[in-house]
């Protein structure tokens, strides 16, 4: 834990001793409120659903920017060799760079908490479907961020990697949305819908927390971040 800590509080000093943290928050914070608020008074409800449907899209975004650097820049500048001559293990390095990362998600999320409580203000809220889109986006984005940071360990291009970070999540949502799983073979529309991050989190964001949509976004991180180890590995093998 101790080696994971020291990645994440590297890489943290990294986000916050810099733009790059503040300009992800202040665009995504103002951005989503924008958005969510200019269909808010039309709807003339007091909902939150709307918010947690545009997330997805946002988080789609945001979570290959905030991910792009994270391997790339340290292969960029030639200090990934010199990162891993230290006592610590590659598993341990990818923990500490996706926990920082998702310590940022964290906070884009509870910036976005003045939304929830000014809806519930304006209104008789059911806070159960909030709770759960909540808990559905920070998973969301925990998977959208182990996504990212897998790509990030194949390419020293940020741009790159944001680029192709974005469309991998992008196929890792879509494929389980109604007109692909349609337009799929009947044998595998089950298969399809299982595999979309899509459904899953609009089942969580209904407010049902199913053990089966817990598990199925674990399984997810955890695959994408030993995708992650042994892309790093890789580096031995050149």
């Not at 519930?120 to 959208?144: E, H, K, Q, R």
């Not at 899509?198 to 997810?220: C, K, P």
Request: charged share 10%; net charge neutral.
């Amino acid at each position: 834990m101790r080696n994971i800590a020291a990645v994440l509080q590297k890489e943290l000093r990294s986000y916050f001793n810099s733009p790059i943290a503040y300009i992800v928050i202040v665009l995504f914070v103002g951005f989503s409120s924008w958005l969510f608020f200019r269909s808010f008074f039309m709807a003339n409800q007091a909902s939150m659903r709307l918010y947690f449907t545009m997330l997805p899209w946002l988080f789609m975004i945001f979570a290959p920017l905030i991910t792009m650097r994270l391997w790339a820049e340290e292969k960029k500048l030639n200090t990934l060799e010199l990162l891993m001559t230290m006592p610590l293990k590659d598993w341990e390095a990818v923990l500490g760079k996706f926990f920082a990362s998702l310590f940022l998600l964290v906070v884009m999320l509870l910036l976005s908490l003045p939304l929830a409580l000014s809806v519930s203000a304006l209104g008789n809220m059911d806070w159960g479907p909030v709770i759960g889109g909540y808990l559905g986006a920070f998973l969301m984005g925990a998977a959208y961020l182990s996504i990212g940071l897998f790509v990030s360990s194949l390419t020293q291009n940020q741009i790159v990697a944001a680029i192709i970070g974005f469309f991998l999540c992008f196929v890792m949502w879509i494929v389980g949305e109604n007109i692909v799983v349609f337009m799929a073979p009947a044998s595998l529309a089950g298969v399809l819908e299982f595999l979309g991050l899509g459904a899953h989190f609009e089942s969580i964001g209904r407010g049902v927390i199913d053990s089966r949509d817990l598990i199925y976004y674990l399984t997810v991180i955890g695959f994408f971040l030993f995708l992650n180890v042994k892309g790093v590995e890789s580096r031995k093998w050149a």
